[in-house]
């Protein structure tokens, strides 16, 4: 099977222009006769909005039900994202975590991923359709709603890349790539072509918010390849790989 496995940040699915530009790209993959998995982020700053709605209620909000609250925002993304791909003729299915076969362990609002169950995406994939997994969530033994961190939804991504044995995952960003330094703040920033796990972590230690730290262990520990890059990039990307 000819499989790739993306993931869509925030401001990528930001809003419904983003989504379309970000629909475009995933079918421009299913032309060339590929299967694509798809994993979400929240539109925007949907999350620090569920954040701040929860703490005007109570400021140290029970972890459960943080869990169960922030955990909605990926899902519209999810749901958008199938609606958009339906209406261009692209059949898609959307997932929670929990359906998507992801498992945690209880930790609420820092869960770890403890085992994914694959048999629906690929009963999905199999009947040719695209698999939009909502990121950053899962299920615990209990089957109670957790959530992975903040910018958890890239370690859903290579988590899954993982389980599904594939060998590289896409994480599309509002960057077309990884800088030595942040390219919003600074002209002469200059994109990294080639970054290993080990440098790439230090870069995430050190306050870059390209990756998720976890999302960088995993894809070591199965050696995966990430490319980062942008939805409208034509030609810059980074990738963060064993060499």
Not at 41 to 63: C, F
Request: one cysteine or more; a negative charge; hydrophobic letters at 40%.
């Amino acid at each position: 099977m000819n499989l790739i496995v993306m993931k869509f940040g925030g401001s990528s699915v930001a809003d419904n222009n983003k989504l379309k530009i970000a629909a475009e790209k995933i079918i421009s993959f299913l032309q060339e006769d590929t299967k694509v998995v798809v994993i979400v982020s929240a539109q925007g700053n949907t999350t620090d909005k569920l954040l701040e709605q929860a703490k005007e209620l109570s400021m140290e909000p029970n972890k459960r039900e943080l869990d169960m609250l922030l955990s909605t925002g990926e899902q519209i993304s999810c749901s958008k994202l199938a609606i958009l791909l339906n209406e261009m003729n692209h059949k898609a299915t959307s997932m929670t975590g929990w359906q998507a076969g992801i498992v945690t362990d209880s930790n609420h609002t820092q869960a770890k991923i403890q085992d994914i169950y694959t048999n629906r995406i690929y009963d999905l994939l199999e009947t040719n359709e695209v698999v939009v997994i909502a990121g950053f969530q899962g299920v615990d033994e209990n089957q109670n709603i957790t959530t992975l961190g903040r910018d958890g939804s890239d370690t859903t991504a290579v988590a899954i890349c993982a389980a599904l044995e594939q060998e590289e995952c896409y994480i599309f960003t509002d960057t077309d790539g990884v800088y030595d330094k942040d390219p919003n703040k600074y002209k002469d920033a200059k994109i990294i072509k080639q970054i290993s796990y080990d440098d790439m972590m230090i870069l995430v230690q050190n306050g870059a918010k390209v990756l998720h730290d976890r999302c960088i262990k995993i894809a070591k520990k199965y050696d995966i390849k990430i490319i980062v890059t942008s939805p409208v990039a034509t030609e810059n990307k980074s990738i963060v790989c064993s060499t």
